[in-house]
């Protein structure tokens, strides 16, 4: 009798619960006196912003001498701090470098194992009683050409902290407390546990930054809006658009036609993580690789800076990659991917990918969100359907899974797409949001692939030959529609970032900030609606089931 008396409880105390989280919503969507639309309204018809000419920003680099960039600690003392998830709450990783970087033609590393990796932390800003140690590094950027000058950087260490507790402020400073040189004391807030009703607050969404005025007001917006979490997809820097002896250019192969290889000018990576610290040394940022992070140099290496200078959990998700790596966020899983590292199915990533995924439980984790730099729907000339293979490969194990939403960059303009799948409007395919106009220098996308005369000729892209006619349609036998394509919702070429806010384990709100409007506006907005129980998904594999 004691069970049966129990159960109506229980069912109206979920009831009350679920009606008092649909008000809240419904109140939010009326804030203001208008209403914010949903997917479940959609799909949506096309919307193109209309070009303002007037405002392109200032995507001019900031100069190697601007205040900003400068070091501003002596000797050994910590610059360049920032935080990064491991993939569970109760464990961050604090990243910083000491010394000096060295360029010129006889440069001589540091050694790594002259400054200790340690970190004072805890909850209380007057009692950092507990301690962490990790491990240092440098790397250098060699060009076995003459002429060319070498890199070598400072001292990179990485330190993670483990058994933290959740949705938990803690402090900390870093550095060698033997020479001495420790940093100032910092803070940040740990994720909360994963589950159906918990999620970071706001989330920062941005790709392409690079170093320049307009990224300043990116970063100054991004601020603004207090994010718990940020991530940024690709294209950090831009320090390949330089030579080694500091001079850059908007376009390398237009200004420097005849370098005997892809130079790049290391320092602007560390003015990068001068400029970031502020934001970066309390709000964990995660990040992923973009086409201007290969900086290919002796003996055919790529991806040296990238690697060296962030922490990621490659270990932790058991990807063992700085390419591809997962981690949870509360309620949120999050796939970071990797498109310029083998990606079919016979590769590593892939059947990581089918692993990761198979153990994803959607009561824990609802939320299944996807990042990388080019993205597979956007309709712009540029970069346009350039990573098909990509999509080829790995879409139907994405769409299987149910992913809900996938952020890219690389394309420098704001798109949102309806739900879409293999090109068709699909109510449960995932919504794509391209946000690679976080500041470069590089020019704005502009012109449309459906627009009269702009469609670009199928061509053998980076990624292989996959870019064919649509076969199927309204564009069947043509490589573009020839108007604002159905799955196409809103397109707007302009600087800014976005935030995401999951509310619960069905509803989150997109926000996407121009940088050109008040603080408070909204570029676009919507609230991204999932239907877990129309839209079914592969279940979480057990460990008895064989992947033989």
Not at 302 to 324: G, L, W
Request: charged share 20%.
């Amino acid at each position: 009798m004691e069970e049966t008396t129990q159960l109506p409880k229980l069912y109206c105390s979920s009831l009350s619960l679920t009606l008092t989280l649909l008000l809240l919503l419904l109140l939010l969507m009326l804030a203001d006196g208008k209403s914010i639309p949903t997917t479940l309204e959609g799909p949506f018809k096309p919307v193109t912003v209309p070009l303002d000419i007037s405002f392109r920003g200032n995507a001019v680099d900031l100069p190697n001498d601007d205040p900003r960039l400068q070091k501003t600690v002596p000797g050994f003392h910590p610059e360049q701090i920032a935080l990064a998830l491991s993939s569970t709450y109760d464990s961050v990783w604090i990243s910083w470098i000491t010394g000096e970087f060295q360029i010129g033609d006889n440069v001589k590393p540091l050694d790594p194992k002259s400054v200790a990796s340690f970190v004072q932390y805890g909850e209380k800003k007057s009692s950092l009683h507990k301690t962490a140690t990790g491990y240092p590094l440098i790397y250098n950027q060699l060009y076995p050409f003459q002429g060319l000058q070498n890199y070598t950087s400072g001292i990179i260490h990485h330190v993670r902290l483990r058994g933290l507790k959740p949705n938990t402020r803690y402090y900390y400073r870093c550095g060698d407390p033997s020479i001495p040189a420790m940093s100032e004391i910092y803070h940040f807030k740990t994720m909360p546990v994963s589950g159906p009703r918990r999620y970071p607050k706001r989330i920062g969404i941005l790709g392409d930054p690079g170093l320049t005025y307009n990224m300043t007001s990116t970063i100054s917006h991004l601020r603004s809006n207090k994010p718990d979490l940020v991530i940024i997809v690709g294209d950090m820097t831009y320090a390949d658009l330089y030579v080694t002896n500091g001079t850059g250019a908007d376009c390398y192969p237009c200004a420097f036609p005849d370098t005997p290889i892809h130079e790049s000018y290391q320092p602007r990576w560390d003015y990068w993580g001068r400029f970031m610290q502020p934001l970066m040394s309390e709000i964990p940022t995660m990040v992923i690789e973009g086409n201007h992070e290969p900086e290919e140099q002796a003996e055919d290496r790529t991806f040296v800076a990238y690697s060296a200078r962030f922490a990621f959990p490659s270990e932790e998700s058991k990807s063992f990659s700085t390419f591809y790596y997962s981690f949870n966020a509360g309620g949120i899983h999050f796939l970071m991917l990797g498109p310029y590292t083998a990606y079919n199915k016979s590769t590593d990533q892939y059947k990581w990918l089918e692993q990761d995924l198979a153990k994803v439980d959607r009561k824990v984790t609802p939320w299944l969100v996807a990042a990388w730099h080019p993205p597979w729907y956007s309709t712009y000339v540029s970069h346009y359907r350039e990573f098909e293979c990509m999509r080829v490969e790995m879409e139907e194990l994405l769409y299987s899974y149910g992913v809900d939403v996938i952020f890219a960059g690389h394309v420098h303009a704001y798109e949102r797409s309806n739900r879409v799948y293999n090109y068709t409007l699909d109510p449960c395919g995932p919504v794509h949001i391209t946000v690679g106009d976080g500041g470069n220098r590089e020019d704005m996308a502009i012109s449309h692939a459906d627009e009269p005369g702009k469609c670009p000729k199928p061509t053998k892209t980076g990624d292989g030959s996959c870019a064919f006619n649509f076969t199927s349609g309204p564009a069947a036998g043509k490589f573009c529609w020839d108007r604002q394509p159905a799955y196409s919702a809103y397109r707007d070429s302009s600087f800014g970032h976005g935030i995401f806010e999951v509310k619960n384990e069905t509803h989150a709100l997109w926000t996407w900030h121009r940088n050109q409007d008040m603080y408070n506006a909204a570029g676009d907005q919507i609230y991204i609606v999932r239907q877990p129980d129309k839209c079914s998904t592969k279940p979480k594999v057990t460990s008895t089931v064989s992947h033989a």
